[in-house]
């Protein structure tokens, strides 16, 4: 298993809760393909907010 942490200082905003809509590929210009990458190709996707930042956590079969 492969675990990939990323942390940051940003607005808080749960990946895990956004409901990412499947649009053609020539409207994702303004986001979204990201979290639907990671839905599709994770194992687990884990979301906390501690001391006023986002932790998202990956983990990925290999």
């Given at each position: 298993m492969l675990?990939?942490?990323f942390v940051d200082d940003?607005?808080?905003?749960?990946t895990t809760g956004y409901d990412a809509q499947e649009s053609?590929?020539?409207?994702l210009d303004d986001g979204g393909m990201g979290i639907?990458?990671?839905?599709?190709?994770?194992a687990a996707v884990k979301y906390e907010r501690?001391?006023?930042k986002?932790?998202?956590t990956l983990?990925?079969?290999i």
């Open positions: 675990e990939v942490v940003g607005v808080h905003f749960d053609d590929f020539e409207l639907s990458i990671i839905r599709q190709t994770a501690a001391d006023e986002n932790i998202l983990d990925f079969e």
